[in-house]
């Protein structure tokens, strides 16, 4: 009988597996087969067949014979992993011509831990060229298309990574978020995206150009599976499983929020889950962050001006910048462009100024509560080839960035429609509160559900 994969979660799917009910080659065939029938979305640059195929097998013999894996969590686990976190003897592109050949020698940290937690690398996954975009559409590979309607985007960078978990096939996925990149094509897809706590997760290994901002996040079905890869990519072993219960605790909204931009769509989801959070029992406060608007210009002075100095080793190595694309080169020159000459006090260390009163605000805004919620995107996935506006497309982090620059925990969880469209909620976190967050999450998902 053929089993239906999509039915599992990656929790169920290693209880299933680590109790011989289901074979994690069969598993991995499964979802193999889901990403040759789903080429046309183009999530993955590579996929690692013969690899995932042996190591499952591999994995199926010993549970046969009788080995004890109880230390691996994630045991015959399919894991996607974005094409700018390094894995051993796999090209890893950054969905960039220039690296079209670069082939690590070693695995990124996160990769050893998914490893040792008996997770299986299933392929590379589809980006924005070195994660810089919002719609997957500058990616040397092409677009992704969008699981949920062919026609649109499926958000960047971490494109392929939310798309592929959205289209079953793969239950688990590693993204990167520096300025909203796991958060907002989770919101176009319809699944869980977790930004953890800046510095919670090593990132060696991960080819990042903004190191003060970037963290590798996860992409997920269901806030318990986010919870599970998140445990093992940050070895906190500690955390207590979800209960989804919410009643008694105090949900920040910054009047910055309500007032920003929107379409009518994210507006009702965003007023329907205040009121779905406090019929279950939660004091909902407003607070403000009055900088929120500075947030957007701020992150992409800071972003582009460290883009352009990290970039320097990678041009070192590979200097072929001709195969580089546009939108990598408008970063670049934003980058030198901000530091240059008196524009670095008026520029580069005003908005570094502004960084630390963001960072204060929020963490201001959170003494009072125990998260905030807000929309994760300003609207819904928009049709492909439809944003030909740089500066529209950058519009789209404005619920995203400023929490990067302040480095704290946020998800992003599936709530409502607009025009058959997945919207994304954005629960926001003190440091180190990703399991609270997670927790709002899936109360809100339940509630919808
Ligand atoms: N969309 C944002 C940008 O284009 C976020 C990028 C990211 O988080 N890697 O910069």
């Known amino acids: 009988m053929r089993m239906n ?9 290693a209880a299933a597996i680590a109790n011989v009910e289901v074979s994690p080659f069969d598993a991995m065939t499964e979802y193999l087969g889901k990403i040759r029938d789903d080429i046309l979305l183009n999530n993955f640059i590579n996929v690692c067949v013969d690899q995932a195929l ?6 199926g013999r010993d549970i046969k014979n009788g080995k004890r894996f109880d230390d691996k969590k994630l045991l015959g686990v399919p894991v996607a992993v974005k094409d700018n976190i390094c894995t051993a003897g796999v090209q890893t592109t950054c969905a ?3 690296l079209s050949k670069f082939v690590p020698d070693d695995d990124a940290e996160v990769i050893s831990r998914l490893k040792r937690a008996g997770a299986i690398i299933i392929g590379k996954t589809n980006m924005d060229e070195f994660a810089f975009g919002s719609a997957n559409e500058y990616s040397a590979f092409g677009s992704v298309r969008n699981a949920l309607d062919n026609n649109c985007v499926a958000g960047g960078s971490s494109g392929g990574s939310a798309n592929s978990v959205a289209a079953g096939e793969a239950p688990l996925a590693l993204g990167t978020d520096t300025g909203g990149s796991v958060r907002q094509p989770a919101a176009f897809c319809g699944v869980v995206g977790l930004k953890p706590t800046y510095g919670a997760i090593n990132s060696r290994g991960v080819i990042g150009l903004c190191p003060s901002m970037e963290q590798v996040g996860t992409l997920s079905k269901t806030c318990d599976d986010a919870l599970l890869l998140f445990s093992v990519l940050s070895g906190r072993d500690e955390l207590r499983a979800l209960d989804g219960s919410v009643r008694g605790i105090t949900v920040g909204v910054a009047k910055e929020f309500l007032q920003a931009e929107k379409s009518d769509g994210v507006a009702r989801a965003f007023e329907n889950a205040i009121g779905q959070l406090k019929a279950l029992g939660v004091n909902i406060v407003e607070v403000s962050v009055p900088s929120f608007f500075a947030g957007l210009p701020t992150y992409h002075v800071l972003s582009s001006a460290e883009a352009m100095h990290s970039f320097r080793k990678v041009v ?10 546009d939108e990598v080169k408008r970063r670049m020159l934003t980058g030198a462009t901000v530091t240059d000459g008196e524009n670095y006090d008026k520029l580069y260390i005003k908005a570094a100024k502004v960084r630390t009163v963001i960072t204060a605000e929020y963490d201001k805004a959170l003494s009072c509560c ?14 492909i080839g439809g944003m030909t506006d740089p ?5 789209c982090d404005s619920y995203l960035a400023p929490v990067s620059l302040a480095g704290l925990p946020a998800v992003s969880v599936p709530f409502g429609k607009e025009n058959g469209l997945p919207i994304g909620l954005q629960i ?5 509160a990703e399991r609270e967050i997670l927790n709002i999450g899936k109360a809100l998902m339940n509630a919808v559900r």
């Open 54 to 59: 042996d190591e499952a097998e591999r994995i």
């Open 370 to 383: 125990d998260a905030l919620l807000s929309p994760t995107a300003a609207t819904v996935a928009s049709p």
């Open 96 to 98: 960039s011509r220039l």
């Open 391 to 395: 500066q529209q497309e950058h519009m």
């Open 428 to 432: 926001i976190g003190k440091r180190n």
């Open 5 to 13: 994969i999509s039915d599992y979660t990656a929790v169920s799917l």
């Open 316 to 325: 070192d190595a590979y200097p072929d910048t001709v195969l580089l694309g």
